[in-house]
Nanobody, 121 residues
Framework: QLQASGGGLVQAGGSLKLSCAAS????????MAWFRQAPGKEREFVAS????????YYVDSVKGRFTISRDNAKNTVFLQMNSLKPEDTAVYYC????????????????WGQGTQVTVSS
């Protein structure tokens, strides 16, 4: 089970840090990712991180602004979001993949409930 938190309303240029807490004792066996879905749009890949945290991928639109990280001891994955833009407004979902790190939503096995991020201009 995945529980996302940390969303909210922030002005453009501001920062938010999302967290996703996982239950169970096998968290370190899963690659983790964040996706987002804006109103009227398809779900979009944002960032993913390997089981050990040594590798990470980002969608081009967030490179240099967002950082994904994980703490396997605390069963938690994070998404630090800086220099937020109105186009970052979306519901953000965390996801877990039993296989390798991926950018494809279809390859993720478990999903959190989502947390709303709203960036005002």
């Amino acid at each position: 089970q995945l529980q996302a938190s940390g969303g909210g309303l922030v002005q453009a240029g501001g920062s938010l840090k999302l967290s996703c807490a996982a239950s169970g004792r096998t968290f370190s066996s899963y690659a983790m990712a964040w996706f987002r879905q804006a109103p009227g749009k398809e779900r979009e890949f944002v960032a993913s991180i390997s089981r050990s945290g040594s590798n990470a991928y980002y969608v081009d639109s967030v490179k240099g602004r967002f950082t994904i990280s994980r703490d396997n001891a605390k069963n938690t994955v994070f998404l630090q979001m800086n220099s937020l833009k109105p186009e970052d407004t979306a519901v953000y979902y965390c996801a877990a993949d039993r296989a390798a790190i991926s950018t494809k939503s279809s390859e993720y096995d478990y999903w959190g409930q989502g947390t709303q991020v709203t960036v005002s201009s």
